[in-house]
């Protein structure tokens, strides 16, 4: 326990495709009059230097924000959008996506874009990647989208994380209406759910440093349902060569169908999970090569946003022909 530190992967494929996710939820539910709480059950430090120790040592970032940033160009900033609108489709290759700086990002990854310019003013005017030093993990993302009366909860055991999100937090000065507590953010839900507006969206993005998150991650998700079954439950998971994994979605699918609920279930995969052996016939691990978002009670809108963003996520940040996305849904 404790080894995990988010540092390392911020800005990877997988916060990609969490955070475009995250960011087309938390756009929706925040459109309507009645409050919204949000709980964040593994939220992380907060926010993160792509310029960092740790996010230089593992380079996660190159294989994903930054991927995404260079392999197309970027679409104009939100005020010459405004002017002209670029109506053409993207290409479907990073190849052809490059040489063309005029093709439509899908809305979801045009906002994922547009809010890190907002948190980093000299990416915004210059487009150059190496500006881009600050990458907002999960509660910077749903705080964003927050208005006066909604509420959002944030939970982070890990001592050093705990340190960094509460005075991360404490610079926005927005007050009580962010909370972070050092405690395991499963137990805590149930403490929170119903809520009293009777609207809540729960992310549940654990490090499955433990075998153990994958059952609690299930075990928790059914509990929530149980007592409030009309909330948005957003789980993000790995997909990894281990059983748990694969059984995770397949749970949540079950729980879904057995609580009559509405889901989606999306992956993004970009390249292979086999190991291989480099010059000196050693073995090298892929590292994460997919993960999947399984949601429960997703608004109607969010099927077409990722149908529009996941085909442009594999084109930008697919490394070899295994990758590819997977978007199905029921209820
Ligand atoms: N949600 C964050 C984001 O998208 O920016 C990333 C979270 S990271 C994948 C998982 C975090 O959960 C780590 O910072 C870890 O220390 C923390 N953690 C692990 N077990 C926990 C638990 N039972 N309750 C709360 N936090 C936990």
Redesign the pocket.
Known sequence: ??S???AF??GNHA?VL??TC?IALMKYLTQKDTALTVI???????LYRLDGDYTETSGEASEGIFKLILASKLPPSPAARAATPAKKAMPATPAAAASDAAYAWAPALLDYLDLLRGLNPHFAQTGDPAHLKIYP???FISQKFLSGRDKLKL????PT?FKSLTGNIEQLGVGRQVTVAR????EALKTFLPPPARRAMV?C???Y?MKS?YARVAACMGDAVKRFATGTYVV?YPIIPRPEAHDLPRKLKTLAVKAHRPWLHATLTVKSSKLTTDAEGEVVRPGLPASGMFIINPPHTLKAELNAALPQMVALLGQDRNAGFTLEHGG
Not at 40 to 46: F, I, L, P, R, S
Not at 155 to 158: D, G, I, R, T, Y
């Open positions: 326990m404790f995990y530190r988010h992967h911020a916060d969490k955070h995250l964040d059950t593994h939220a992380g430090a907060g993990g999960s509660p939970f982070e055991l890990h994380d405690e395991d953010g499963f992310l993005d654990p490090s440093e998150d993000w």
